[in-house]
Protein backbone atom coordinates (compact mmCIF):
# COMPACT_ATOMS: atom_id res chain seq x y z
CA UNK A 1 0.00 0.00 0.00
CA UNK A 2 1.74 3.70 -1.01
CA UNK A 3 2.06 6.07 1.42
CA UNK A 4 0.04 9.49 0.48
CA UNK A 5 2.31 12.52 -0.12
CA UNK A 6 2.57 14.86 2.25
CA UNK A 7 1.01 18.08 1.42
CA UNK A 8 1.19 19.67 5.27
CA UNK A 9 2.94 23.14 5.41
CA UNK A 10 4.11 25.53 7.89
CA UNK A 11 3.70 29.55 7.65
CA UNK A 12 5.65 31.63 9.99
CA UNK A 13 5.02 35.08 9.63
CA UNK A 14 3.99 37.86 12.26
CA UNK A 15 1.23 39.54 9.61
CA UNK A 16 -2.30 37.47 9.93
CA UNK A 17 -3.35 38.71 6.65
CA UNK A 18 -0.53 37.22 5.09
CA UNK A 19 -1.93 34.05 6.83
CA UNK A 20 -5.22 34.58 5.23
CA UNK A 21 -3.82 35.33 2.24
CA UNK A 22 -2.16 32.05 1.98
CA UNK A 23 -4.99 29.96 3.14
CA UNK A 24 -7.06 31.00 0.69
CA UNK A 25 -4.30 30.18 -1.88
CA UNK A 26 -3.47 26.96 -0.51
CA UNK A 27 -6.73 25.86 1.01
CA UNK A 28 -9.53 27.14 -0.68
CA UNK A 29 -12.92 26.42 -0.28
CA UNK A 30 -15.45 23.66 -2.60
CA UNK A 31 -16.57 25.57 -5.15
CA UNK A 32 -18.83 22.04 -6.31
CA UNK A 33 -22.07 21.43 -5.05
CA UNK A 34 -23.39 19.05 -5.10
CA UNK A 35 -26.16 19.88 -7.99
CA UNK A 36 -23.51 20.91 -9.81
CA UNK A 37 -21.52 17.51 -9.67
CA UNK A 38 -24.90 15.99 -10.77
CA UNK A 39 -25.15 18.55 -13.10
CA UNK A 40 -22.02 18.07 -14.74
CA UNK A 41 -22.27 14.10 -14.65
CA UNK A 42 -25.22 14.60 -17.06
CA UNK A 43 -23.12 17.00 -19.33
CA UNK A 44 -20.15 14.66 -19.82
CA UNK A 45 -21.81 11.33 -19.20
CA UNK A 46 -19.55 10.23 -16.57
CA UNK A 47 -18.67 11.15 -12.61
CA UNK A 48 -17.04 13.99 -11.90
CA UNK A 49 -13.59 14.00 -11.27
CA UNK A 50 -12.10 14.21 -8.08
CA UNK A 51 -10.98 17.63 -6.73
CA UNK A 52 -7.11 17.48 -6.21
CA UNK A 53 -5.53 16.92 -3.14
CA UNK A 54 -5.18 20.25 -0.96
CA UNK A 55 -2.42 21.21 1.46
CA UNK A 56 -2.52 20.84 5.45
CA UNK A 57 -1.59 24.41 5.77
CA UNK A 58 -0.56 25.30 9.92
CA UNK A 59 0.04 28.93 11.23
CA UNK A 60 2.73 30.27 13.66
CA UNK A 61 3.40 33.85 13.92
CA UNK A 62 7.40 34.03 15.20
CA UNK A 63 10.10 31.81 14.65
CA UNK A 64 9.69 30.20 18.42
CA UNK A 65 5.72 29.33 17.63
CA UNK A 66 7.11 27.87 14.45
CA UNK A 67 10.05 25.53 16.07
CA UNK A 68 7.46 24.16 18.35
CA UNK A 69 5.02 23.33 16.06
CA UNK A 70 7.57 21.57 14.18
CA UNK A 71 8.77 19.34 17.22
CA UNK A 72 5.23 18.76 17.82
CA UNK A 73 4.16 17.25 14.25
CA UNK A 74 7.95 15.16 14.36
CA UNK A 75 7.20 13.81 17.83
CA UNK A 76 3.39 12.92 15.97
CA UNK A 77 5.24 11.26 13.25
CA UNK A 78 3.60 13.78 10.91
CA UNK A 79 6.31 16.04 9.64
CA UNK A 80 6.46 19.08 7.46
CA UNK A 81 7.29 19.06 3.71
CA UNK A 82 7.93 22.82 3.50
CA UNK A 83 7.66 26.01 5.74
CA UNK A 84 7.18 29.25 4.14
CA UNK A 85 9.22 31.88 6.35
CA UNK A 86 8.86 35.54 6.60
CA UNK A 87 12.36 37.11 6.78
CA UNK A 88 11.33 40.01 8.83
CA UNK A 89 9.62 39.11 12.01
CA UNK A 90 10.51 42.13 14.53
CA UNK A 91 9.66 40.24 17.55
CA UNK A 92 11.83 37.45 18.61
CA UNK A 93 13.89 35.54 15.81
CA UNK A 94 14.58 36.37 11.99
CA UNK A 95 13.75 34.76 9.01
CA UNK A 96 17.56 33.75 8.77
CA UNK A 97 18.01 32.27 12.59
CA UNK A 98 14.73 30.72 12.24
CA UNK A 99 15.23 28.74 9.45
CA UNK A 100 18.65 27.86 11.11
CA UNK A 101 16.29 26.49 14.09
CA UNK A 102 14.08 24.19 11.98
CA UNK A 103 16.98 22.65 10.11
CA UNK A 104 18.97 21.98 12.77
CA UNK A 105 15.57 19.76 14.14
CA UNK A 106 14.91 18.46 10.37
CA UNK A 107 17.13 19.03 7.49
CA UNK A 108 14.77 17.62 5.10
CA UNK A 109 11.98 20.49 5.28
CA UNK A 110 12.12 22.58 2.24
CA UNK A 111 12.18 26.63 3.18
CA UNK A 112 10.91 28.88 1.10
CA UNK A 113 11.93 32.60 2.35
CA UNK A 114 9.13 35.34 2.08
CA UNK A 115 10.40 38.80 1.69
CA UNK A 116 9.58 42.82 0.49
CA UNK A 117 12.50 43.71 1.57
CA UNK A 118 16.76 43.61 0.98
CA UNK A 119 18.12 42.71 4.85
CA UNK A 120 19.87 40.02 3.22
CA UNK A 121 21.15 39.48 -0.22
CA UNK A 122 20.43 36.09 -1.64
CA UNK A 123 24.02 35.00 -1.92
CA UNK A 124 25.04 36.12 1.90
CA UNK A 125 21.71 34.37 2.78
CA UNK A 126 22.77 31.40 1.13
CA UNK A 127 26.54 31.26 2.44
CA UNK A 128 25.10 31.51 6.11
CA UNK A 129 22.05 28.94 5.71
CA UNK A 130 24.46 26.49 3.54
CA UNK A 131 21.34 25.30 1.66
CA UNK A 132 21.13 26.02 -1.81
CA UNK A 133 19.55 22.43 -2.18
CA UNK A 134 16.31 23.04 -0.07
CA UNK A 135 15.79 26.94 -0.20
CA UNK A 136 13.56 29.28 -2.61
CA UNK A 137 12.83 32.74 -2.42
CA UNK A 138 9.51 34.60 -2.77
CA UNK A 139 9.50 38.69 -3.35
CA UNK A 140 6.71 40.55 -1.74
CA UNK A 141 4.00 41.08 -3.45
CA UNK A 142 3.38 37.07 -4.27
CA UNK A 143 1.93 35.58 -6.84
CA UNK A 144 -0.95 33.26 -6.13
CA UNK A 145 0.08 31.00 -8.90
CA UNK A 146 3.78 31.70 -7.83
CA UNK A 147 3.14 30.31 -4.63
CA UNK A 148 0.53 27.51 -5.76
CA UNK A 149 3.53 26.24 -8.31
CA UNK A 150 5.88 26.63 -5.30
CA UNK A 151 4.04 24.67 -2.94
CA UNK A 152 3.47 22.14 -5.18
CA UNK A 153 6.95 21.69 -6.11
CA UNK A 154 8.62 21.61 -2.98
CA UNK A 155 5.78 19.29 -1.53
CA UNK A 156 6.81 17.00 -4.33
CA UNK A 157 10.21 16.78 -3.73
CA UNK A 158 9.95 16.15 -0.51
CA UNK A 159 8.39 13.18 -1.36
CA UNK A 160 10.66 12.14 -3.62
CA UNK A 161 13.64 12.97 -1.64
CA UNK A 162 11.82 10.57 0.82
CA UNK A 163 11.03 7.92 -1.13
CA UNK A 164 15.02 7.91 -2.20
CA UNK A 165 15.95 8.29 0.75
CA UNK A 166 13.90 4.92 2.15
CA UNK A 167 15.73 3.38 -1.09
CA UNK A 168 18.66 4.38 -0.23
CA UNK A 169 18.29 2.66 3.26
CA UNK A 170 17.10 -0.29 1.78
CA UNK A 171 20.16 -0.32 -0.47
CA UNK A 172 22.62 0.54 2.78
CA UNK A 173 20.60 -2.63 4.43
CA UNK A 174 20.97 -4.52 0.99
CA UNK A 175 24.81 -3.97 0.35
CA UNK A 176 25.99 -4.28 3.88
CA UNK A 177 23.96 -7.98 4.24
CA UNK A 178 25.57 -8.45 0.99
CA UNK A 179 29.05 -7.56 2.26
CA UNK A 180 28.43 -9.62 5.36
CA UNK A 181 27.44 -12.55 3.13
CA UNK A 182 31.15 -11.80 1.10
CA UNK A 183 33.48 -11.70 4.54
CA UNK A 184 31.45 -14.98 5.66
CA UNK A 185 32.15 -16.27 2.50
CA UNK A 186 35.99 -15.26 2.31
CA UNK A 187 35.91 -16.25 6.10
CA UNK A 188 34.33 -19.95 5.22
CA UNK A 189 37.14 -20.02 2.26
CA UNK A 190 40.18 -19.27 4.36
CA UNK A 191 39.12 -21.81 7.44
CA UNK A 192 38.92 -24.67 3.87
CA UNK A 193 41.95 -23.49 2.80
CA UNK A 194 43.38 -24.23 6.54
CA UNK A 195 41.82 -27.05 7.08
CA UNK A 196 42.84 -28.56 3.16
CA UNK A 197 46.72 -27.17 4.65
CA UNK A 198 46.08 -29.24 8.05
CA UNK A 199 45.14 -32.09 6.01
CA UNK A 200 48.06 -32.23 3.73
CA UNK A 201 50.13 -31.58 6.73
CA UNK A 202 48.54 -34.39 8.47
CA UNK A 203 48.84 -36.69 5.24
CA UNK A 204 52.45 -36.17 4.99
CA UNK A 205 53.01 -36.43 8.88
CA UNK A 206 51.32 -40.11 8.20
CA UNK A 207 53.24 -40.55 5.76
CA UNK A 208 56.65 -39.56 7.84
CA UNK A 209 54.99 -42.10 10.34
CA UNK A 210 55.02 -45.01 8.09
CA UNK A 211 58.04 -44.23 6.62
CA UNK A 212 59.54 -44.42 10.44
CA UNK A 213 57.62 -47.72 10.82
CA UNK A 214 59.38 -48.87 8.28
CA UNK A 215 62.66 -48.02 8.91
CA UNK A 216 62.63 -49.00 12.32
CA UNK A 217 61.45 -52.32 11.11
CA UNK A 218 64.38 -52.29 9.12
CA UNK A 219 66.62 -51.09 11.79
CA UNK A 220 65.34 -53.61 13.89
CA UNK A 221 65.48 -56.87 11.76
CA UNK A 222 69.23 -55.96 11.08
CA UNK A 223 70.64 -54.51 14.34
CA UNK A 224 68.36 -57.48 16.41
CA UNK A 225 70.97 -60.23 15.13
CA UNK A 226 74.24 -58.82 16.21
CA UNK A 227 72.02 -57.53 19.12
CA UNK A 228 71.58 -61.56 19.57
CA UNK A 229 74.69 -63.06 19.01
CA UNK A 230 76.83 -60.60 20.77
CA UNK A 231 74.42 -60.94 24.18
CA UNK A 232 74.81 -65.22 23.97
CA UNK A 233 78.48 -64.28 23.33
CA UNK A 234 78.46 -62.36 26.21
CA UNK A 235 76.79 -64.52 28.64
CA UNK A 236 78.78 -67.44 27.11
CA UNK A 237 82.37 -65.57 28.43
CA UNK A 238 80.87 -64.39 31.20
CA UNK A 239 80.56 -68.13 32.31
CA UNK A 240 83.69 -69.32 30.72
CA UNK A 241 85.58 -66.59 32.71
CA UNK A 242 83.77 -67.99 35.79
CA UNK A 243 85.99 -71.75 34.88
CA UNK A 244 88.93 -69.83 34.46
CA UNK A 245 88.42 -67.93 38.15
CA UNK A 246 87.94 -71.74 39.37
CA UNK A 247 91.12 -72.37 37.58
CA UNK A 248 93.04 -69.70 38.85
CA UNK A 249 92.38 -70.72 42.40
CA UNK A 250 93.37 -74.07 42.03
CA UNK A 251 96.78 -72.38 40.35
CA UNK A 252 97.26 -70.47 43.79
CA UNK A 253 96.51 -73.30 45.67
CA UNK A 254 98.81 -75.19 44.07
CA UNK A 255 101.84 -72.89 44.64
CA UNK A 256 102.07 -74.18 48.04
CA UNK A 257 103.11 -77.43 46.37
CA UNK A 258 106.20 -75.80 44.25
CA UNK A 259 109.01 -76.61 46.20
CA UNK A 260 111.29 -74.11 43.89
CA UNK A 261 111.75 -70.87 45.92
CA UNK A 262 112.44 -68.94 42.08
CA UNK A 263 109.51 -70.10 40.11
CA UNK A 264 107.29 -69.11 43.33
CA UNK A 265 108.78 -66.05 43.40
CA UNK A 266 108.35 -65.36 38.97
CA UNK A 267 104.69 -65.92 39.11
CA UNK A 268 104.20 -63.50 41.95
CA UNK A 269 105.96 -60.59 40.01
CA UNK A 270 103.51 -62.16 37.26
CA UNK A 271 100.64 -61.33 39.01
CA UNK A 272 101.83 -58.18 40.00
CA UNK A 273 102.81 -57.07 36.65
CA UNK A 274 99.15 -58.16 34.79
CA UNK A 275 97.37 -57.10 38.25
CA UNK A 276 95.85 -60.76 38.20
CA UNK A 277 93.76 -59.54 41.30
CA UNK A 278 92.50 -56.48 39.72
CA UNK A 279 91.69 -58.20 36.10
CA UNK A 280 89.34 -60.79 38.42
CA UNK A 281 87.76 -58.15 39.56
CA UNK A 282 86.89 -56.04 36.58
CA UNK A 283 86.22 -58.31 33.86
CA UNK A 284 83.25 -59.39 35.57
CA UNK A 285 82.30 -55.99 35.82
CA UNK A 286 82.87 -55.51 32.24
CA UNK A 287 80.85 -58.19 30.53
CA UNK A 288 78.26 -56.83 32.78
CA UNK A 289 78.30 -53.31 31.57
CA UNK A 290 78.35 -54.88 28.15
CA UNK A 291 75.49 -56.71 28.61
CA UNK A 292 73.71 -53.90 30.36
CA UNK A 293 74.79 -51.57 27.26
CA UNK A 294 73.54 -54.16 24.54
CA UNK A 295 70.16 -54.73 26.53
CA UNK A 296 69.58 -50.84 26.43
CA UNK A 297 70.38 -50.68 22.34
CA UNK A 298 67.63 -53.75 22.28
CA UNK A 299 65.60 -51.76 24.40
CA UNK A 300 65.94 -48.29 22.09
CA UNK A 301 65.04 -50.57 19.27
CA UNK A 302 61.73 -52.04 20.77
CA UNK A 303 60.76 -48.47 22.05
CA UNK A 304 61.03 -47.10 18.30
CA UNK A 305 59.14 -49.76 16.93
CA UNK A 306 56.60 -49.32 19.32
CA UNK A 307 56.55 -45.41 18.65
CA UNK A 308 56.13 -45.70 15.02
CA UNK A 309 53.96 -48.63 14.51
CA UNK A 310 51.69 -47.32 12.23
CA UNK A 311 48.48 -49.89 11.44
CA UNK A 312 48.54 -49.12 7.49
CA UNK A 313 44.65 -50.49 7.75
CA UNK A 314 44.10 -47.44 10.34
CA UNK A 315 42.08 -50.10 12.64
CA UNK A 316 41.50 -49.08 16.58
CA UNK A 317 43.82 -51.19 19.01
CA UNK A 318 43.95 -51.59 22.44
CA UNK A 319 47.29 -50.62 23.85
CA UNK A 320 48.59 -49.57 26.86
CA UNK A 321 49.18 -45.76 26.77
CA UNK A 322 52.03 -45.68 29.88
CA UNK A 323 54.00 -48.09 27.95
CA UNK A 324 53.45 -45.83 25.38
CA UNK A 325 54.86 -42.47 26.89
CA UNK A 326 57.66 -44.45 28.36
CA UNK A 327 58.46 -45.92 24.60
CA UNK A 328 58.00 -41.99 23.88
CA UNK A 329 59.95 -40.66 26.75
CA UNK A 330 63.10 -43.18 25.71
CA UNK A 331 63.12 -41.98 21.73
CA UNK A 332 63.31 -38.22 23.29
CA UNK A 333 65.39 -38.51 26.18
CA UNK A 334 68.43 -36.99 24.13
CA UNK A 335 66.21 -33.90 24.30
CA UNK A 336 65.40 -33.80 27.54
CA UNK A 337 67.93 -34.84 29.19
CA UNK A 338 70.47 -31.71 29.69
CA UNK A 339 67.32 -29.49 30.66
CA UNK A 340 64.72 -31.06 32.65
CA UNK A 341 64.22 -33.73 35.35
CA UNK A 342 61.10 -36.20 34.56
CA UNK A 343 58.80 -36.46 37.14
CA UNK A 344 56.23 -39.71 36.54
CA UNK A 345 53.00 -39.92 38.23
CA UNK A 346 51.28 -42.65 36.92
CA UNK A 347 48.24 -43.98 37.91
CA UNK A 348 47.11 -48.21 36.59
CA UNK A 349 45.11 -47.68 33.31
CA UNK A 350 43.31 -49.99 31.49
CA UNK A 351 44.10 -50.50 27.79
CA UNK A 352 42.78 -47.84 25.91
CA UNK A 353 41.02 -48.68 22.41
CA UNK A 354 43.45 -45.80 20.33
CA UNK A 355 45.91 -45.55 17.36
CA UNK A 356 48.88 -45.90 18.99
CA UNK A 357 51.40 -44.35 17.01
CA UNK A 358 49.44 -41.16 16.91
CA UNK A 359 48.94 -40.97 20.47
CA UNK A 360 52.58 -41.82 20.81
CA UNK A 361 52.92 -38.52 18.46
CA UNK A 362 51.07 -36.42 20.13
CA UNK A 363 52.71 -37.10 23.85
CA UNK A 364 56.46 -36.70 21.98
CA UNK A 365 55.12 -33.16 20.43
CA UNK A 366 53.91 -31.97 24.24
CA UNK A 367 56.83 -33.45 25.57
CA UNK A 368 59.25 -31.91 23.60
CA UNK A 369 57.56 -28.19 23.58
CA UNK A 370 57.82 -28.91 27.37
CA UNK A 371 61.30 -29.30 27.19
CA UNK A 372 61.63 -26.28 24.90
CA UNK A 373 59.80 -24.41 26.78
CA UNK A 374 62.24 -24.78 29.96
CA UNK A 375 65.01 -21.80 30.30
CA UNK A 376 68.77 -22.04 30.65
CA UNK A 377 67.94 -23.47 34.35
CA UNK A 378 67.45 -26.79 34.79
CA UNK A 379 63.43 -26.94 34.96
CA UNK A 380 60.71 -30.31 35.81
CA UNK A 381 58.57 -32.70 33.64
CA UNK A 382 55.73 -34.13 35.33
CA UNK A 383 53.63 -36.91 33.62
CA UNK A 384 50.64 -37.80 35.05
CA UNK A 385 47.47 -39.45 34.34
CA UNK A 386 44.45 -41.14 35.50
CA UNK A 387 40.84 -42.86 34.75
CA UNK A 388 37.78 -40.78 35.17
CA UNK A 389 34.42 -42.40 34.74
CA UNK A 390 35.09 -44.13 31.07
CA UNK A 391 37.71 -41.67 30.02
CA UNK A 392 41.53 -41.76 30.70
CA UNK A 393 43.51 -38.57 30.98
CA UNK A 394 47.35 -37.53 30.60
CA UNK A 395 49.02 -34.42 31.86
CA UNK A 396 52.33 -33.48 30.49
CA UNK A 397 53.67 -30.08 32.77
CA UNK A 398 56.63 -28.12 32.40
CA UNK A 399 58.13 -25.39 34.70
CA UNK A 400 58.75 -23.27 31.82
CA UNK A 401 58.23 -19.75 31.02
CA UNK A 402 54.45 -20.14 30.39
CA UNK A 403 52.27 -18.58 27.61
CA UNK A 404 50.95 -15.43 27.36
CA UNK A 405 47.26 -15.18 27.41
CA UNK A 406 46.82 -13.69 23.86
CA UNK A 407 48.45 -16.53 22.26
CA UNK A 408 46.91 -19.19 24.53
CA UNK A 409 44.17 -18.33 22.32
CA UNK A 410 45.51 -19.52 19.48
CA UNK A 411 47.81 -21.95 20.39
CA UNK A 412 45.96 -24.71 18.81
CA UNK A 413 45.74 -22.93 15.27
CA UNK A 414 47.86 -24.21 11.99
CA UNK A 415 50.91 -22.39 11.84
CA UNK A 416 50.57 -20.41 14.76
CA UNK A 417 53.94 -20.56 16.94
CA UNK A 418 55.76 -18.62 18.92
CA UNK A 419 59.01 -19.51 18.57
CA UNK A 420 61.90 -17.49 16.31
CA UNK A 421 61.31 -17.62 12.69
CA UNK A 422 62.85 -21.42 11.57
CA UNK A 423 62.42 -22.62 14.96
CA UNK A 424 59.34 -24.20 14.56
CA UNK A 425 56.14 -24.83 11.48
CA UNK A 426 53.28 -24.05 13.90
CA UNK A 427 51.55 -27.70 13.08
CA UNK A 428 52.87 -29.59 16.27
CA UNK A 429 50.22 -28.25 18.30
CA UNK A 430 47.36 -28.24 15.86
CA UNK A 431 48.30 -31.84 14.95
CA UNK A 432 48.01 -33.09 18.20
CA UNK A 433 44.50 -31.37 18.40
CA UNK A 434 43.52 -33.08 15.31
CA UNK A 435 44.45 -36.21 16.70
CA UNK A 436 42.53 -36.11 19.52
CA UNK A 437 39.95 -35.00 18.36
CA UNK A 438 39.91 -38.17 15.54
CA UNK A 439 39.63 -40.15 18.71
CA UNK A 440 36.58 -38.30 20.32
CA UNK A 441 38.67 -37.12 22.69
CA UNK A 442 39.53 -33.23 24.26
CA UNK A 443 42.88 -31.27 24.51
CA UNK A 444 43.28 -28.27 26.59
CA UNK A 445 45.77 -26.13 27.99
CA UNK A 446 46.39 -23.99 30.93
CA UNK A 447 49.38 -21.75 31.33
CA UNK A 448 50.87 -18.94 33.68
CA UNK A 449 53.42 -16.36 32.55
CA UNK A 450 57.02 -17.50 34.33
CA UNK A 451 55.00 -20.21 36.35
CA UNK A 452 54.74 -23.06 33.42
CA UNK A 453 52.09 -24.72 31.23
CA UNK A 454 50.14 -27.70 31.65
CA UNK A 455 48.33 -29.57 28.72
CA UNK A 456 45.59 -32.09 29.40
CA UNK A 457 44.82 -34.56 27.00
CA UNK A 458 41.60 -36.55 27.63
CA UNK A 459 40.20 -39.96 25.86
CA UNK A 460 37.45 -42.27 25.76
CA UNK A 461 38.36 -45.64 26.66
CA UNK A 462 36.29 -47.29 23.59
CA UNK A 463 35.86 -46.06 20.31
CA UNK A 464 32.36 -46.02 18.89
CA UNK A 465 33.02 -45.96 14.64
CA UNK A 466 35.72 -46.94 12.50
CA UNK A 467 39.00 -45.13 12.45
CA UNK A 468 38.15 -43.19 8.85
Same mark, same amino acid.
Given at each position: *?????????? +???? @?? !??????? #??? @?????????????????????????? /??????????????? $? #????? *????????????? *???????????????????????????????????????????????????????????????????????????????????? %??????????????? !????????????????? %???????????????????????????????????????????????????????????????? +????? &?????????????????? $?????????????????????????????????????? @?????ANEIKYKADVVKLYQPLPDVECLPSQINQVVMNLIVNAAQAIGPERGTITLSNGLEGEKVWIEVADTGSGIEPHSLQKIFDPFF? /?????????????? $???????????? $????????? /????? &???????????
Open positions: *MSTPPNRRIL +LIDD @TP !SIHEDFR #KIL @TPEAQHTAELDDMEAALFGSEAKPAA /TLFELDSAYGGQEGL $S #KLLQA *MEEQRPYALAFVD *MRMPQGWDGAETIEHLWKEDPRLQVVVCTAYSDHSWDELLERLQARDRLLILKKPFDNIEVQQMANTLTSKWDMTQRASVQLDQ %LGHLVERRTQQYRQA !SVDLQQEIDERKLLESQ %LVQSEKLASLGQLAAGVAHEINNPIGFISSNLGALDGYFKQLQEMLDAYLDAEEAIGSSELIAR +LKALR &ERIELDFLRDDIPQLIKE $SKDGIARVGQIVKDLKDFSRVDPTQEWQWANLQHGIDS @TLNIVT /TKPVGQGTGLGLSL $SYGIVKKHRGEI $SVRSEVGVG /TTFRI &ELPLRQSKPAA
